[in-house]
């Protein structure tokens, strides 16, 4: 026992050993190495992902403040027309407002000179006709009461034409 002929069994046995030993060491390491490349393919695909994504998030965001410099855009112009809108009807309501006063005024003057010739016809009623001018006399001058009633009628049918006319727009 411990002779020489025991070594090459000895050497045989260690040489198995130690065989078995590497052979088990280069699969441990072949396998760590597989894992390894795996965790960083692994990681390689997760920075893309967040690459991806995050390019994903910039192209939405561009898109959402384009939409809303868009919409406010629109918002805008909306109001500008609106406030020119309100700025027309205010001042074609201050037209019609002056259009109103000055109608009720013409009206409140040809109610008083209505009044003045109703006073005048009465007055005139027991006088005889004017005179009407004869060819061979020449034309005979107009009495200044004639004149003056003539000038009335006229001023009145002007100032209700014109309020005819107010009262149409109105």
């Given at each position: 026992?411990?002779?020489?002929?025991?070594?090459?069994?000895?050497?045989?046995?260690?040489?198995?050993?130690?065989?078995?030993?590497?052979?088990?060491?280069?699969?441990?390491d072949?396998?760590?190495?597989?894992?390894?490349?795996?965790?960083?393919?692994?990681?390689?695909?997760?920075?893309?992902?967040?690459?991806?994504?995050?390019?994903?998030?910039?192209?939405?965001?561009?898109?959402?403040?384009?939409e809303?410099?868009?919409?406010?855009?629109?918002?805008?112009?909306?109001?500008?027309?609106a406030?020119?809108?309100?700025?027309?009807?205010?001042?074609?309501?201050?037209?019609?407002?002056?259009?109103?006063?000055?109608?009720?005024?013409?009206?409140?003057?040809?109610?008083?000179?209505?009044?003045?010739?109703?006073?005048?016809?009465?007055?005139?009623?027991?006088?005889?006709?004017?005179?009407?001018?004869?060819?061979?006399?020449?034309?005979?001058?107009?009495?200044?009461?004639?004149?003056?009633?003539?000038?009335?009628?006229?001023?009145?049918?002007?100032?209700?034409?014109?309020?005819?006319?107010?009262?149409?727009?109105?």
């Amino acid at each position: 026992v411990g002779g020489r002929a025991d070594r090459p069994l000895l050497r045989s046995a260690e040489a198995e050993a130690w065989r078995a030993d590497l052979q088990r060491r280069q699969t441990r390491d072949a396998f760590a190495r597989g894992v390894e490349g795996r965790a960083r393919s692994a990681a390689a695909r997760q920075e893309e992902a967040e690459a991806a994504a995050a390019r994903m998030a910039a192209e939405v965001r561009a898109e959402a403040a384009a939409e809303a410099a868009r919409v406010a855009a629109d918002v805008r112009a909306e109001a500008a027309a609106a406030a020119e809108a309100a700025v027309a009807r205010r001042e074609e309501a201050r037209l019609l407002e002056d259009e109103a006063a000055a109608a009720a005024m013409y009206q409140d003057e040809r109610d008083e000179l209505l009044a003045a010739a109703d006073a005048a016809r009465e007055a005139c009623m027991g006088l005889p006709p004017p005179p009407f001018p004869s060819p061979e006399a020449g034309a005979v001058p107009e009495p200044p009461a004639q004149a003056a009633w003539r000038a009335e009628v006229q001023r009145r049918q002007t100032r209700d034409a014109f309020a005819r006319g107010v009262g149409g727009r109105a």
